[in-house]
Nanobody, 113 residues
Framework: VQLQAFGGGLVQTGESLRLSCAASGIPLSSYTMIWYRQAPGKQREFVASIASGGNTIYAASVKGRFTISRDNVKNTMYLQINSLKPEDTAVYYC????????WGQGTQVTVSS
């Protein structure tokens, strides 16, 4: 059972990225899945979640700019990030809400001003 986040990179303010969370061994569609992020020197924080039924929740700081989605066929979750800001710089992780799996390395997003 493994979750792997990828798709990060170095971008400029205002640009976009799409992060992916590929799952093996578990069907993402059966769980509430969450994107988290951890900025340098800060605690890991909630970014967005998608429930098995498709309902989504966003942190206030990203609402309107981030979109979480899921492709059940590909068993992959996505995070579309638009209008990136320097304060979005962080390592982004994915995990499930109930019985979280071992944390992976995440994917680094760096936004230059």
């Amino acid at each position: 059972v493994q979750l792997q986040a990828f798709g990060g990179g170095l971008v400029q303010t205002g640009e976009s990225l799409r992060l992916s969370c590929a799952a093996s061994g578990i069907p993402l569609s059966s769980y509430t899945m969450i994107w988290y992020r951890q900025a340098p020197g800060k605690q890991r924080e909630f970014v967005a979640s998608i429930a098995s039924g498709g309902n989504t929740i966003y942190a206030a700081s990203v609402k309107g700019r981030f979109t979480i989605s899921r492709d059940n066929v590909k068993n992959t979750m996505y995070l579309q990030i638009n209008s990136l800001k320097p304060e979005d710089t962080a390592v982004y992780y994915c995990n499930r809400f109930v019985s979280p799996l071992q944390w992976g390395q995440g994917t680094q997003v760096t936004v230059s001003s």
